[in-house]
């Protein structure tokens, strides 16, 4: 059962073979037996995940069920859900239990989605590697011994490990694309302002986009087809026509043209890594693309600009976490600003504090020129590179990561060295554009590796297309660890 | 030496919109902590702001009647501090790019005409309140005022007296309101100034070191504080001090202000542009729009009350000072009234009472029709104007029209010489020493006989006829 499709298991509720209660229950079986050592949900509550099941049951006994009606889901613990303990891997929020749901959460239950639980992720989004999570790190399914990539590690976790069929994730650097190629499955990262940010609690405004992981790209585009829509709370929700992201699957390859940016294939690049993109690279020649060389000459500028302009955001967006109104609150101190300096020092981890020194330091008075308006500019720069080198190709294939997964504690005494492991995945975000990691393949040591798509604006429907085919012609998207 | 005063304003407005700047909860006055608040208002997790249009129409009406540039692109920016009742731990305001620049709000003191010019206006949310009462030595926040829109209006420094501050504050309250942007409600806090004062040798170009004196939400109190501190900078200047840069609050009990904060401990306020907005960009169409609807201004009806009325411009200033009034001048002269005699009566009488009753022109029990019946008795020669005076008072406790009252107690007045010969030939017979005095050349004494007259006639003699008559008499 939990080796199905999510397209599978809705056709084997309508055909009555199990019931959605049925369904999520076997997934919650599976949850809560390998939750303790994956580590990969924050929180389960089986009665509540029950009474969604059962409701969707009833909608689909009423004749209204519609077609991911029953189907269980995880939600990143980004998300605001109305009743739900929502953390955002954060001690800031250990008891917050939020009074209302995000656009996404609300869409996904209206479409009769059944909420699995909350996954686990590096605290309020910050970290490739999910070690940075008030509630633990989370354990690559692949390699126990692997981190699951972060910030979204727990709902790529989930997904390779079949906790759960699909998830919500979110991405500000690569936080979908990097921990789905760290577990071997799919995600997408839409164009910025394709998915509502409306109750998606946030750290970097301009960079944050929600998206799906899943098992396979036609599953991350049903899901997307859920998750996307404008969303009048969100003043940078973008007012378009509702999108059927799954109309393109089926298109073929012939004549796609792809590019591939020197600046990504240069130093720095592993070699397994290299040589499972080569080898994907050939797969899709195959399928009748062509392949051009392209330039991304800014690239090496998007780590810094990134990490000037996303903690800029971060110090001012976390500045709400003060201990007034709902949160922690240090149990003693002695005035105002004692209570926002104990709660803040107790409540913030070590990289949240480090982002919002760093925010609040390119803000200040005398550095911001020199800070946040040059790497605003470079953002405008990479933008531009990436919009010379789509006017060359269909879709840009590029490495997701430098590497496949490192080891747990690994990079933890050098944040730099973790940073500089988002070198292929910032660019996107800093352009605003969308953004594929789809398996091609294992390192020697068992761990697997992803390749990006990068598409121009509104582009999803042609990147999970090209992924769509691949996963036609490959099986690394059907492999499963063993647990 | 002599000094020379500085002043600039900068004068937080709220505008009148049914619902917050950015989330849809109401901005109504005096409701229960807490109740009017959405998830933005309370800086829940993942909230995000909403431009309201509604707050962007009222900016661009305030820019259009103080002929201002109305920027076709300005930017919300975060102004970063931490405060308890600053829910997100910043405030939505504008920095670089403000919704106005420019303009010019023209102010009287003691009829000398001058302009001032504006340096800007910007839009941004109001924070909450703390409440300090009640929680036994722990401070309460209700956040209902939080996100309410305000217009920040800022004017350059070009005010030189204390009277030039309280004229401009006046000015451009009484736009304010004209326009219907702000309820002008100042003890709800709908109209609050901040004054910055310095003080500089006459003939000096540097201006001096500022002190800005914050929240003040009286028309009294900005001239008293704006004086106290005015001279408190000129003692301490004599004194050999020197007057540092700092916040002060005016207390209104002692009559002085007194330091809030100095520049040193002031906050870097790490403003940057708010990534949840994207610019707020006002097309030519809607300008246009605006343009159209907006009401005749008080400085043009001014202008016309002049020409069209042909009152003097003391009336016409009078007259505009608020639409209300302006509005019930219109409709007495509309009913038939002397234009000359509804601006005499409006100013004087009516104002008067409605003063003393502490009601606005738009509660007046005597509508603008009754008071034109009443003008037009006077203009008639039916009643005088002593008489017209009291039946003023009688429309007001009664309700009724002037000529009700005047026929019901038979007020006419008398202007048949017949009956009035006798009268006078009866005050000349009691009044010898006045008569002597008036032969004797005195003409005062004349004034004293149609007095005596209008006595015995019990008010109702035409006082011209009266005195007509007299003088026929003693010729």
């Not at chain 1, 946030?202 to 899943?214: K, R, T």
């Not at chain 1, 470079?378 to 010379?388: I, K, T």
């Not at chain 2, 020197?242 to 005016?250: G, P, S």
């Amino acid at each position: 059962m939990v080796e199905k499709s999510i397209k599978q298991l809705a056709a084997a509720l309508t055909a009555g073979e199990f019931s959605a209660v049925e369904l999520a229950s076997e997934y919650l079986q599976r949850a809560k037996a390998h939750n303790g050592v994956l580590n990969a949900f924050i929180t389960i509550d089986e009665d509540k995940t029950l009474l969604e099941a059962r409701a969707a049951d009833a909608l689909r006994a009423a004749g209204n069920a519609g077609p991911l009606t029953g189907i269980p889901l995880a939600h990143k613990d980004i998300f605001c859900q109305e009743g739900w303990r929502t953390t955002c891997g954060s001690k800031m929020l250990e008891s917050f239990i939020a009074p209302y749901s995000a656009h996404v959460v609300e869409q996904c239950r209206k479409a009769g989605l059944v909420t699995l639980g909350r996954t686990n992720m590096d605290e309020f989004a910050m970290g490739s590697s999910n070690e940075n999570s008030f509630y633990g790190a989370v354990k690559n399914p692949w390699d126990k011994l692997a981190v699951p990539g972060g910030s979204s590690g727990g709902s790529a976790a989930a997904v390779a490990a079949r906790l759960a069929p699909i998830a919500t994730a979110t991405d500000t650097g690569g936080s979908i694309r990097q921990p789905a190629a760290f577990c071997g499955v799919t995600g997408i990262k839409p164009t910025y302002g394709v998915v509502s940010r409306f109750g998606m609690i946030a750290y970097a405004s301009s960079l944050d986009q929600g998206g799906p992981i899943g098992k396979s790209a036609e599953d991350c585009a049903l899901l997307l087809n859920v998750m996307a829509g404008f969303d009048e709370r969100d003043a940078t929700s973008l007012q378009r026509d509702k999108e059927d992201y799954t109309r393109d699957l089926n298109q073929p390859l012939k004549g796609l043209k792809i590019g591939l940016p020197k600046e990504y294939f240069a130093e720095g690049l592993n070699a397994e890594v290299a040589s499972a993109i080569d080898a994907a690279i050939a797969e899709y020649k195959k399928l009748g693309a062509q392949v051009v060389e392209i330039s991304l000459p800014n690239t090496r500028v998007a780590i810094p600009s990134y990490y000037v302009i996303a903690p800029a955001e971060a110090s001012s967006n976390l500045s709400r976490f003060d201990g007034v109104r709902y949160g922690h609150r240090a149990a003693e101190y002695s005035g105002l600003a004692d209570m926002y300096e104990k709660t803040r020092a107790q409540g913030f981890g070590w990289e949240v504090k480090r982002r919002i020194l760093t925010g609040t330091y390119v803000l200040s008075h005398g550095y911001y020129d020199a800070y946040y308006l040059q790497a605003q500019k470079v953002r405008r720069l990479l933008a531009e590179d990436f919009q010379r080198g789509l006017a060359q190709c269909d879709v840009i294939a590029a490495p997701v990561a430098p590497t496949a997964a490192w080891n747990i504690g690994e990079k933890n005494d050098d944040p730099v060295a973790m940073y500089l492991e988002d070198i292929y995945t910032l660019g996107v975000n800093l352009a605003g554009l969308p953004g594929l990691s789809h398996p091609v393949g294992f390192a020697k040591n068992g761990r697997p590796i992803g390749m990006q798509l990068i598409g121009n604006y509104f582009a999803e429907a042609k990147l999970l297309n090209a992924a769509h085919q691949f996963q036609q012609v490959t099986d690394w998207h059907t492999r499963a660890p063993e647990l | 030496m002599k000094w020379e005063v500085v002043i600039g304003l900068e004068v937080h407005t709220q505008l009148t919109t049914q619902s917050k700047i950015f989330s849809p909860a109401s901005t109504a006055f005096g409701a229960a902590p807490n109740t009017h608040t959405a998830e933005v208002d309370i800086a829940l997790p993942g909230a995000l702001p909403v431009m309201n249009k509604a707050v962007v129409e009222k900016a661009i009406q305030f820019g259009l009647s103080i002929g201002a540039k109305v920027n076709r692109r300005s930017v919300f920016a975060r102004k970063n501090y931490f405060y308890p009742d600053l829910p997100k731990g910043y405030q939505i305001s504008q920095f670089e790019l403000p919704v106005v620049e420019g303009g010019a709000i023209t102010i009287n003191v003691d009829g000398v005409e001058k302009v001032i010019n504006l340096t800007r206006a910007h839009l941004e949310e109001d924070a909450g309140k703390s409440v300090h009462e009640d929680f036994h030595g722990q401070s309460g926040i209700d956040l209902n005022r939080a996100g309410t829109p305000l217009l920040e209006i800022v004017s350059e420094p070009e005010m030189r007296s204390a009277a030039e501050a309280v004229a401009y504050a006046k000015a451009l309250y009484s736009l304010v309101t004209w326009i219907g942007i702000c309820d002008g409600n100042m003890q709800e806090g709908s109209f609050r100034c901040d004054v910055n004062v310095s003080v500089r040798p006459e003939g000096q170009k540097e201006f001096g070191t500022r002190r800005e004196i914050k929240n003040l939400n009286s028309f009294k109190f900005i001239e008293q504080a704006v004086k106290a501190e005015v001279q408190w900078q000129i003692e301490t200047i004599e004194d050999g001090g020197k007057i540092q840069q700092a916040t002060v609050l005016f207390d209104p009990d002692t009559g002085e202000t007194r330091m809030m904060r100095t520049k040193e401990d002031a906050h870097d306020y790490r403003y940057f542009p708010d990534p949840d907005l994207p610019p707020l960009v006002i097309s030519e169409e809607w300008i246009s729009r605006v343009q159209n609807e907006l009401p005749e201004l008080p400085a043009a009806m001014r202008a016309r009350f002049e020409t069209q009325y042909g009152i003097p411009a003391y009336d016409a200033a009078t007259l505009t000072a608020s639409k209300d009034m302006a509005a019930f001048y219109e409709a007495t002269v509309a009913a038939g009234a002397d234009a000359k005699l509804a601006s005499n009566w409006i100013m004087g009488d009516i104002s008067a009472t409605l003063n003393r009753e502490e009601k606005d022109i738009a509660q007046s029990p005597v509508s603008a029709q009754a008071l034109a019946g009443l003008i037009k008795r006077v203009s008639d020669n039916t009643i005088n104007n002593k008489t017209a005076k009291d039946v003023l008072k009688k429309m007001w406790e009664s309700g009724d029209a002037a000529d009700t009252i005047i026929e019901r107690e038979g007020l006419k007045q008398e202007t048949d010489t017949g009956a009035l010969e006798a009268i006078v030939d009866e005050v000349i017979a009691n009044n010898a020493k006045s008569v002597e005095e008036y032969k004797a050349g005195k003409e005062k004494a004349l004034n004293a006989l149609v007095g005596q007259c209008m006595k015995a006639s019990k008010g109702k003699g035409n006082p011209g006829v009266l005195t007509e008559l007299l003088k026929q008499k003693l010729a």
